[in-house]
């Protein structure tokens, strides 16, 4: 095997091989990575980024990476295992018409030009109903609505501990990161025992002690520190409340 060409110069064209693995975390079908991909056509490399090799920026052709804004969210994540290992796809949130894609062997090696593919998986493409992509096991989802009557589904993975959330709207879905939830989740639930509130790991262990509304709560509370997930109206957190009820205890459910 050859190992990748090194560049040294840029502005340079996506060589065919990031291409492909680029667009496969990108499904075309789907709204929202189609809009992204339309956003990045008329992009070019023009350099690394600031994670290093196997991280490039795509920009206009005459401009450098700005690393002047925080990194931003990731917007779309992928494996490909093969047999040296497992390659990491990661596409992050377009700003300032620059998009971060990083491309990562697990090994820390640089990817070779070919290679013996096992299978592929992305969160891309998953939908509510369906098995986690990853492990192919049942995940605990949670449907929650905005009282605009767009709808999110909450999804996480028992077995390979990951959250992530569809947004039904735009079709694409997105990874939550684990710490910053399970925070939520324990100051909402008022849960101050620091074997239990600084231990993450346990939100999986103990999913099914939370209920759809505790996970609710604590994604609208994730999302209201910076809103990542753009949606419109506010977030319904009462979705367990029998509806008879549900106007007299909206004031406290909706400060
Ligand atoms: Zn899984």
Not at 50 to 77: C, H, Q
Not at 156 to 164: A, E, F, N, Q, V
Not at 177 to 191: A, C, G, S
Not at 242 to 254: A, E, M, N
Request: hydrophobic content about 35%; charged content about 25%.
């Amino acid at each position: 095997m050859q190992p990748s060409p090194v560049y040294s110069e840029y502005p340079r064209k996506l060589t065919t091989q990031e291409l492909e693995l680029m667009l496969f975390i990108l499904p075309e079908e789907r709204a929202g990575y189609h809009a992204y991909r339309q956003q990045i056509q008329e992009l070019v490399v023009i350099g690394e980024g600031r994670r290093g090799k196997g991280e490039i920026i795509l920009g206009k052709e005459n401009e450098s990476p700005n690393f002047d804004e925080p990194l931003t969210p990731v917007f779309a994540y992928g494996v490909i295992e093969t047999t040296f290992g497992n390659i990491s796809v990661t596409a992050r949130e377009i700003s300032l018409e620059q998009a971060s894609i990083e491309i990562v062997s697990s090994k820390g090696e640089s990817i070779p030009a070919t290679f013996e593919e096992l299978r592929r998986w992305t969160y891309s493409t998953w939908m509510p109903g369906a098995p986690c992509p990853q492990c192919s096991t049942p995940v605990r989802e949670t449907l929650i609505r905005t009282d605009a009557q767009e709808q999110l589904t909450l999804a996480l993975c028992k077995h390979d501990k990951r959250i992530w959330v569809y947004e039904g709207h735009r079709q694409i879905v997105r990874l939550i990161p684990v710490t910053n939830f399970y925070n939520e989740l324990m100051l909402n639930k008022n849960i101050r025992d620091p074997s239990i509130a600084l231990d993450s790991r346990l939100l999986f262990s103990m999913l099914d002690s939370y209920s759809d509304a505790d996970l609710t709560h604590a994604f609208k509370a994730y999302n209201k520190l910076k809103v990542k997930i753009h949606m419109q109206g506010e977030i319904q957190t009462s979705n367990e409340i029998p509806q008879g009820i549900v106007s007299k205890l909206k004031r406290f459910f909706t400060t």
